[in-house]
């Protein structure tokens, strides 16, 4: 009997969501992490009076994310979407992504700096002259390969291998109405 319900279980579909591939059966949900709070180093902008930036981090507890994933050489994570058509999902606070977005395309994946027990993420910019500019710092985004399973289904595979340290996937796209963007899809890469 309870062979019967775990092959009737592996049938169904994963909920939306990003999973981590632990290897072609087994898939693990990556919960997203709200951010606690941020921080900007006006310091180096005092010195040039106003004159360079200064980066604005988004803070995340810890050192580490309890999404924990060990090094491995195929390393794969799967999105996925909400097909428009299913009227039975309900969007709330913790799962709007996978309704508003269709594709990977509109998240980047992210190495996290580690500093004094927290993770930080920069996510701007800002100048006492030109105003201030919200993004995500290039030079820390990791491309990735995307391969559609189906509509709604993709395998997102690093370019380049993940080496140990802290990692997110951040959305990009269009924020609805009455939602807000203050969480990161977490892990952390371990040998």
């Known amino acids: 009997m309870s062979h019967k319900k775990k092959s009737e279980d592996e049938s169904k579909e994963p909920q939306s969501g990003i999973y981590y591939q632990i290897n072609q059966k087994t898939k693990k949900k990556i919960l997203p992490t709200v951010f606690s709070g941020t921080k900007t180093n006006t310091l180096g902008a005092a010195f040039s009076y106003g004159i360079a930036s200064s980066k604005v981090k988004a803070l995340l507890n810890n050192a580490q994310s309890p999404n ?7 390393m794969a994570f799967i999105f996925y979407f909400v097909p428009q058509e299913d009227h039975t999902f309900r969007m709330g606070a913790s799962n709007w992504w996978f309704r508003s977005a269709t ?18 993420l920069v996510i701007g910019k800002v100048n006492a002259y030109a105003g201030s500019s919200s993004s995500i710092d290039a030079k820390a985004t990791i491309p990735f390969a995307i391969e559609s399973i189906n509509e709604h289904t993709f395998k997102i595979t690093p370019v380049e291998p993940l080496e ?5 996937f951040v959305y990009q796209g269009m924020i609805p109405s009455g939602c807000s963007n203050q969480s990161v899809f977490d892990f952390s890469i371990q040998e």
């Open 164 to 168: 140990p340290g802290e990692y997110c």
């Open 68 to 74: 924990i994933i060990k090094v491995e050489d195929d």
């Open 103 to 120: 594709s990977p395309n509109e998240f980047v994946l992210v190495k996290l700096s580690v500093k004094k027990g927290q993770r930080e």
